[in-house]
């Protein structure tokens, strides 16, 4: 029984991985479906298991709750299934294609074909192969999640699913694989420890292109839940050490330094934030200082390899007031209805730390990168304006594709009224 139950399992591998692998080499398949055995550093894997726990705990429950807090009542449950069913289908995604379109062959505008259903993985230096595919799908996870904040209470299940499927392959993957694994940003020379242009930049400039096109709610409203949104902030913030410090691949000294000015950073972005509202409101609100730490956050991502405590302070000033004025003040004038101000905290914060890499990087900012000031600031700009460039473009057309295959993107009118909760997954989250 043993025997024919593994030929079983063999044969549908089999049929997975056809191009992989002949009919008649299963015990070929075998071997290349194993995960190799590898002298991998103890103290390295423990901190990057922990890192990858915590990456994904941003997502779930962290994003989940801080979005969730932030919309109506009527639509609580649905901003919690769409941050849920992106973890599991991405997951699923991830092991198909998406690790082989990020990771695969150095160089290029692509990883390709060559790693599909996990075949055949990559070395990954002191860690387990299958530990670093695992790290990097809870980046591939949360960031088509960041999007959703920008079209909540409004767009249908369906056309989210596909747009974030489509998107993160179109989109996400070759922004990763060209700036983190070889690709024409490596070349370069950019600096983006943990994904400043790959994860913050894309998602707020598809953000910024999805609330366009999706159109404005019928109705907004203030947060329905503030304390739900306090919780999921902490457990970002937290969880933002393994996204940062995990990035360094280690448990080392620069890891330990990542995680410093990753917390230095948000603490800031807080206070700055708080400040202002403090000023132009005469309170300091909730709203506010938490919305602050999470710019903050943003904003450190692609400087932490190169920042030192220094230039983590003047990234989170320079992060809680940037992205303060353009949340509350640009939007307003150009009158986008950016919900949950994914275009403001992440695609603005992100530019910031993005460009100030270059200058808290250096030395006389108490910095590690080896560069002059303005060379890098050139080839940092150049790095965000291209991401920006291609990840306008790949969404407007992802977009209308969506449209076309769900007869729009956004429920109707009625529905929208009723409350997502109801009308789409016929659910409340509260019992009035």
């Known amino acids: 029984m043993t025997k024919l139950l593994k030929s079983a399992l063999l044969l549908i591998g089999a049929a997975f991985l056809a191009p992989a692998a002949s009919a008649g080499d299963l015990n070929g398949l075998s071997a290349s479906m194993m995960m190799p055995l590898v002298l ?7 901190w990057m298991l922990t890192a990858t726990a ?3 705990f941003m997502t779930i429950p962290g994003l989940a709750l801080f979005y969730a807090g932030l919309v109506h009542k009527k639509n609580v449950l649905s901003v919690l299934m769409h941050c849920f069913s992106l973890a599991c289908v991405l997951s699923i995604v991830w092991l198909i294609v998406g690790y082989s379109l990020a990771l ?8 390709g074909f060559g790693h599909l259903f996990h075949n055949n993985l990559r070395e990954a230096g002191d860690i387990p192969s299958i530990l670093e595919s695992a790290f990097q799908m809870t980046f591939f996870i949360i960031t088509p999640a960041l999007i959703v ?13 596909i747009f974030s499927v489509l998107w993160s392959l179109i989109v996400y993957a070759p922004i990763c694989h060209i700036t983190w694994f070889g690709g024409w940003f490596s070349q370069l020379g950019v600096q983006d420890l943990a994904g400043g242009i790959v994860v913050h930049i894309t998602a707020g400039i598809a953000a910024l292109v999805a609330c366009i096109m999706v159109g404005p709610r019928k109705n907004p409203t203030p947060p329905h839940n503030l304390p739900m949104t306090v919780t999921g902030t902490a457990m970002l913030w937290v969880g933002w050490f393994g996204f940062n410090a995990g990035s360094q691949i280690g448990a080392n000294d620069a890891a330990a330094m990542t995680l410093f000015v990753t917390h230095i950073s948000a603490a800031t972005g807080a206070f700055v934030w708080m400040m202002i509202d403090w000023i132009t409101e005469k309170k300091p609100t909730v709203l506010g200082i938490v919305t602050g730490s999470i710019a903050g956050l943003a904003a450190i991502t692609p400087a932490s390899g190169v920042a030192g405590p220094l230039g983590a302070l003047i990234i989170g000033a320079a992060s809680g007031a940037v992205c303060w004025w353009a949340s509350v003040k640009l939007k307003n004038a150009l009158g986008y209805d950016d919900s949950l101000d994914v275009v403001g905290v992440h695609g603005v914060g992100g530019l910031v730390g993005t460009l100030l890499a270059a200058v808290v990087g250096t030395a006389a900012f108490g910095g590690f990168g080896e560069f002059s000031m ?7 700009a150049l790095g965000a304006g291209v991401t920006v460039v291609y990840t306008a473009v790949a969404t407007v057309i992802i977009l ?8 729009g993107l956004r429920v109707s009118d009625e529905d929208e009224t009723i409350g997502l909760d109801q009308s789409t997954h016929g659910e409340s989250g509260y019992n009035d």
């Open 40 to 46: 991998a550093d103890g103290a390295d894997t423990s």
């Open 374 to 380: 303005g060379k890098q600031l050139g080839i940092q």
């Open 400 to 407: 209308l594709v969506v449209k076309a295959i769900c007869g």
């Open 54 to 56: 915590l990456v994904l």
């Open 149 to 161: 904040g920008t079209f909540v209470e409004r767009i249908k299940f369906t056309a989210m699913l």
């Open 104 to 111: 695969g062959k150095d160089g290029g505008w692509i990883g």
